[in-house]
Each structure stands twice: as structure tokens, then as C-alpha cells.
């Protein structure tokens, strides 16, 4: 069997983007010091804050990638990967606008037709509007073939009854959408794949209610959104019915292939440093050069695909495997910080640093299974290897 190689090309940051950097990192610590914001782990899935999201809108730093005739910005997929790496090396709470900056926004731009576009992606880029994502279901996780929420023809439009789960930031002042998968057509048992559609939901229709979820830690991002009767215009429908396979296999490689696969918890190391670097033994020395070899080794990786999205490609398969070890490198990470910070630093209960190790061992376990449990991945994986 043939097999084709994972490709991670080497990227140069072009000086508009080191620039750039700077300009971010000023902001980050004039907002940081001004009471802004406060550092949190797992930032971007758990810190919303509609009005830092605004703020970024007003910098130009969402939609940096679409054209200006929708709200954006024309600048590099490498720019953009700047101002994402930033805000999660800063902890800053980017989850409002994360799913419609990251990948909602772009599908919208590639599928949806002119009258959403004009409508929708301008106030995404100035961080008004957000998205959620409407994949998974109660019996329906990785598997989303089996998705069983349905869409029927009606006048005009479809009619949608369903449930989705994991529908992190609907609950959120201002998440307007849902980019949803749904059955528009029978599932056919030998091409289970045909016959699904993605319809973009208001979330503020009639029939749509939405039910917050708490994690382990008390913290309400996750939801679950049910679907009664819900009217969806012809004109939300992305692409063409009966085709929303390939739609989110293209989704998923945008969502997996970011840097927050692997900086979720970095601001938690960032700060450890602060204590650690003061006087270190040799075990110390030991644990954070391993620590950040790692960091660097993924970054050169998830660097690369940001350097195969600039030449326009959809890196599925890299991504799926960046997401499957800088995910397993998380609880890593953790893991080995609480073996060499002295006891009296992680029992503060004031302190900064053990309150974000706190955060990161709560959050951190549930990273394998956001955006595809990790086994899934591995399939495709060796799919590529030529394996299976």
C-alpha cells in the first residue's frame, strides 16, 4: 500500500509578524496590569469575556485572515498564528470569539452565500457575534456519521429537531450561531457519510434551548442545545445539502491544528518558571529542559501547519497527529510541575501559579477528547502510514 508523508514545512516569521508580536505582548501587559484580565488555564475554552473579544475586533485581530470586504484583515495565516500564540502564552480569556475566529468564520467564508457572509462575518471580525460548534450529540461523539439530529425539507427552508452536547460558549452573551450537523437524507449503511448537511442555526430562534453543562471545576462553558421545530432558512445552509462531510473534515483540521492544542497550559509553566528558576537542582533542570524541548518540538510542528494553510492546503492528517501528542503533553506538563514545586507554593491559596495548576488538573484530562478523542486520531494516523 502506498503512503504519503506527513509534510511540517519550515516557516520563517516574516517580519511584519515579529512586529506584530511586539505590539500584542505591550497590549497583553498593559491589559494584564490595568486589571484586564486575569491569567487563566485553558483559556481559550474557558475564559469568555465578550468585551476583551471586542477589543481584539477594534486591534484587528479577528478575522485577520478573510478579505476586508468582509470585515477582515488579508494577513497572514503566519500573523494570525502570532496573535494566537500571545493570548494563550498570556492566559487571556479569548473564548468568546475563539470558535468563530477559528474556524466558524472561515467555513462561513468558503460555504455560506453572499447575504450570511455580508451579514455575519463583519460582526465576527469586530467580535460582536460568536459561534458555536454543533457536531457531537448525547450518542454521537467521534463517530459523527451516526449523527442523528435531522433536518426535513420545508418551505423555504428546513425544519430541525435534535440535540447537540459539547457546545462550548452557547450559553455566552452574544453567540449568535451554531454551525450544526444534521441529517438531510437517509444514511445509506454502505456510505454512512452521505446524505449529512451543516445548516448555520440562530441560537435565538424559536424552538432552539440551551442547557449549560458544569465541569468538574463548577465552570459552565460546555452546553447542551436542543433543536424543536426550528425553521432554517434555504440561505444557511452551507454548501450543498447532502455534501457537509467534506465540510467538517475541512472544520476539524482548522480546530484541531492551532497552538492551543499544546499552550493550553503554558501560562501555568510560564509562572512556574518565575519560582523554579531561582535556585534549581538538578532534577528541576531535568524536568523543565524536557519540558520545553517538547513545547519547541510542537511548536515547529504546529508552525508548519500554519505554513500549509497559507499555501492553502488542509492538513487533516498533520493536525489529527500534532492534536494527539501536544494533548497527551498536557497532563504531562501538569504532572511534572507538581513534582518539583515546593509544597508551600502549591498550597497557597492566594497565589497566582497554584491557582493555575489548580485550573490546568481539573481542565487539562478533558484535552484528549475535545475535538476528537484521541484514538479516533490515531486511526487516522496510521491510515496515512499506509497501516490500515
Keep these: 500500500m502506498s503512503?504519503?508523508?506527513?509534510?511540517?514545512?519550515?516557516?520563517?516569521?516574516?517580519?511584519?509578524?515579529?512586529?506584530?508580536?511586539?505590539?500584542?505582548?505591550?497590549?497583553?501587559?498593559?491589559?494584564?496590569?490595568?486589571?484586564?484580565?486575569?491569567?487563566?488555564?485553558?483559556?481559550?475554552?474557558?475564559?469568555?469575556?465578550?468585551e476583551f473579544s471586542r477589543k481584539l475586533g477594534q486591534r484587528g485581530w479577528l478575522g485577520m485572515t478573510w478579505p476586508k470586504q468582509y470585515g477582515g484583515h488579508e494577513r497572514s495565516f503566519l500573523e494570525r498564528y502570532v496573535v494566537t500564540e500571545e493570548m494563550l502564552a498570556a492566559g487571556a480569556p479569548v473564548m468568546a470569539h475563539?470558535?468563530?475566529?477559528?474556524?466558524?468564520?472561515?467555513?462561513?467564508?468558503?460555504?455560506a452565500c453572499e447575504e450570511v457572509k455580508a451579514a455575519a462575518l463583519p460582526r465576527m471580525a469586530r467580535g460582536e457575534t460568536f459561534c458555536a460548534i454543533g457536531m457531537s450529540e448525547p450518542n454521537t461523539g467521534s463517530d459523527l456519521a451516526s449523527v442523528s439530529t435531522r433536518a426535513e425539507r420545508v418551505e423555504g427552508g428546513w425544519q430541525v429537531n435534535g440535540r447537540k452536547i459539547w457546545s462550548t460558549g452557547a450559553h455566552g452573551e452574544g453567540c449568535?450561531?451554531?454551525?450544526?450537523?444534521?441529517?438531510?437524507?437517509?444514511?445509506?449503511?454502505k456510505e454512512r457519510h452521505q446524505g449529512l448537511s451543516q445548516l448555520i442555526i440562530d441560537l435565538k430562534a424559536p424552538g432552539?434551548?440551551?442547557?449549560?453543562?458544569?465541569?468538574?471545576?463548577?465552570?459552565?462553558?460546555?452546553?447542551?442545545?436542543?433543536?424543536?421545530?426550528?425553521?432554517?432558512?434555504?440561505?444557511?445552509?452551507?454548501?450543498?445539502a447532502g455534501k457537509g462531510w467534506s465540510l467538517v473534515v475541512g472544520e476539524l483540521a482548522l480546530e484541531r491544528s492551532g497552538p492551543e492544542r499544546f499552550l493550553s497550559s503554558f501560562i501555568a509553566l510560564r509562572e512556574a518558571m518565575e519560582v523554579l528558576s531561582r535556585n534549581p537542582d538538578d532534577r528541576t533542570r531535568e524536568v523543565l529542559g524536557h519540558l520545553v524541548a517538547q513545547i519547541k518540538t510542537l511548536?515547529?510542528?504546529?508552525?508548519?501547519?500554519?505554513?500549509?494553510?497559507?499555501?492553502?492546503?488542509?492538513?487533516?492528517?498533520?493536525?489529527?497527529?500534532?492534536?494527539?501528542?501536544?494533548?497527551?503533553?498536557?497532563?504531562?506538563?501538569?504532572?511534572?510541575?507538581?513534582?518539583?514545586?515546593?509544597d508551600e507554593v502549591l498550597?497557597?491559596?492566594?497565589?497566582?501559579?497554584?491557582?493555575?495548576?489548580?485550573e490546568a488538573v481539573l481542565r487539562v484530562p478533558s484535552s484528549t477528547l475535545r475535538g476528537g478523542t484521541n484514538e479516533v486520531l490515531k486511526g487516522m494516523i496510521v491510515r496515512q502510514l499506509g497501516l490500515r
Design 3 to 50: 503512503t504519503s508523508r506527513f509534510r511540517f514545512p519550515g516557516v520563517t516569521m516574516p517580519p511584519a509578524a515579529r512586529a506584530l508580536r511586539e505590539e500584542v505582548r505591550e497590549f497583553l501587559a498593559e491589559e494584564r496590569a490595568s486589571g484586564g484580565f486575569e491569567p487563566m488555564a485553558d483559556c481559550w475554552a474557558a475564559g469568555f469575556s465578550a
Design 98 to 111: 475563539w470558535i468563530a475566529d477559528r474556524q466558524s468564520g472561515t467555513q462561513m467564508l468558503r460555504h
Design 176 to 189: 449568535d450561531y451554531m454551525i450544526a450537523l444534521v441529517r438531510t437524507a437517509p444514511a445509506d449503511p
Design 208 to 240: 432552539v434551548t440551551v442547557r449549560g453543562i458544569e465541569d468538574i471545576g463548577g465552570q459552565l462553558h460546555f452546553n447542551e442545545t436542543l433543536f424543536e421545530d426550528v425553521f432554517v432558512p434555504d440561505s444557511h445552509l452551507l454548501g450543498e
Design 299 to 342: 511548536r515547529r510542528m504546529s508552525l508548519g501547519i500554519a505554513g500549509l494553510l497559507q499555501e492553502g492546503r488542509s492538513p487533516e492528517t498533520e493536525a489529527a497527529l500534532v492534536k494527539d501528542i501536544a494533548t497527551r503533553f498536557e497532563r504531562e506538563l501538569i504532572e511534572q510541575l507538581r513534582i518539583v514545586l515546593p
Design 347 to 358: 498550597l497557597d491559596s492566594s497565589g497566582v501559579l497554584p491557582r493555575l495548576v489548580r
